[in-house]
Protein backbone atom coordinates (compact mmCIF):
# COMPACT_ATOMS: atom_id res chain seq x y z
CA UNK A 1 0.00 0.00 0.00
CA UNK A 2 1.29 3.13 -0.89
CA UNK A 3 1.84 5.91 1.71
CA UNK A 4 -0.73 8.10 0.32
CA UNK A 5 -3.39 5.21 0.31
CA UNK A 6 -2.67 4.82 3.88
CA UNK A 7 -3.42 8.46 5.05
CA UNK A 8 -6.63 8.78 2.40
CA UNK A 9 -8.06 5.60 4.52
CA UNK A 10 -6.55 6.89 7.93
CA UNK A 11 -8.53 9.85 7.17
CA UNK A 12 -11.86 8.59 5.66
CA UNK A 13 -11.44 5.77 8.88
CA UNK A 14 -10.73 8.56 11.69
CA UNK A 15 -13.65 11.03 10.30
CA UNK A 16 -16.28 7.47 10.20
CA UNK A 17 -14.93 6.54 13.79
CA UNK A 18 -14.87 10.11 14.88
CA UNK A 19 -18.95 10.48 13.34
CA UNK A 20 -19.61 7.08 14.77
CA UNK A 21 -18.66 7.83 18.57
CA UNK A 22 -18.10 11.88 18.83
CA UNK A 23 -20.94 12.78 16.45
CA UNK A 24 -18.57 14.75 14.84
CA UNK A 25 -14.84 14.43 13.34
CA UNK A 26 -11.29 15.79 14.52
CA UNK A 27 -10.47 17.46 11.92
CA UNK A 28 -7.87 16.59 9.05
CA UNK A 29 -4.87 15.65 11.24
CA UNK A 30 -7.10 14.29 13.64
CA UNK A 31 -8.88 12.14 11.55
CA UNK A 32 -5.36 10.74 9.75
CA UNK A 33 -4.08 10.33 13.32
CA UNK A 34 -7.13 8.05 14.60
CA UNK A 35 -7.62 6.08 11.42
CA UNK A 36 -4.24 5.56 11.05
CA UNK A 37 -4.20 3.74 14.83
CA UNK A 38 -7.18 2.54 14.00
CA UNK A 39 -6.00 0.61 10.41
CA UNK A 40 -3.42 -0.90 12.77
CA UNK A 41 -5.77 -2.17 15.28
CA UNK A 42 -8.11 -3.07 13.28
CA UNK A 43 -5.85 -4.98 10.92
CA UNK A 44 -4.94 -6.43 14.29
CA UNK A 45 -8.49 -7.64 15.28
CA UNK A 46 -9.39 -8.94 11.33
CA UNK A 47 -6.06 -11.31 11.68
CA UNK A 48 -6.33 -12.30 15.13
CA UNK A 49 -10.70 -13.08 14.67
CA UNK A 50 -9.56 -14.66 11.05
CA UNK A 51 -11.01 -12.02 8.73
CA UNK A 52 -9.19 -11.66 5.53
CA UNK A 53 -9.71 -9.46 2.38
CA UNK A 54 -7.85 -10.41 -0.90
CA UNK A 55 -11.09 -9.72 -3.15
CA UNK A 56 -11.34 -5.93 -2.75
CA UNK A 57 -8.52 -4.80 -0.79
CA UNK A 58 -9.64 -1.15 -0.41
CA UNK A 59 -12.71 -2.01 1.10
CA UNK A 60 -11.60 -4.62 3.53
CA UNK A 61 -8.87 -1.83 4.52
CA UNK A 62 -11.22 0.53 5.42
CA UNK A 63 -13.52 -1.97 6.94
CA UNK A 64 -10.59 -2.71 9.01
CA UNK A 65 -9.57 0.55 10.31
CA UNK A 66 -12.66 1.82 10.54
CA UNK A 67 -13.54 -0.85 12.84
CA UNK A 68 -9.94 0.12 14.54
CA UNK A 69 -10.89 3.44 14.89
CA UNK A 70 -14.02 2.42 16.70
CA UNK A 71 -12.32 0.30 18.97
CA UNK A 72 -9.59 2.80 19.54
CA UNK A 73 -12.51 5.93 20.55
CA UNK A 74 -14.54 3.39 22.81
CA UNK A 75 -10.85 3.05 24.70
CA UNK A 76 -10.19 6.69 24.88
CA UNK A 77 -13.46 7.36 26.30
CA UNK A 78 -13.38 4.37 28.69
CA UNK A 79 -10.12 5.98 29.96
CA UNK A 80 -11.49 9.31 30.01
CA UNK A 81 -14.03 8.70 32.20
CA UNK A 82 -11.61 7.41 35.10
Not at 19 to 31: H, V, Y
Not at 44 to 72: D, R
Request: aromatic share 10%; glycine share 20%; proline share 0%.
Amino acid sequence: MTLLVFIIIGALAGWIGGKLIRGKAFGLAGNIIVGIVGAVLGGWLFTQLGIGGEENAFAYELAAAVTGSVVFLLLIGLVNKK
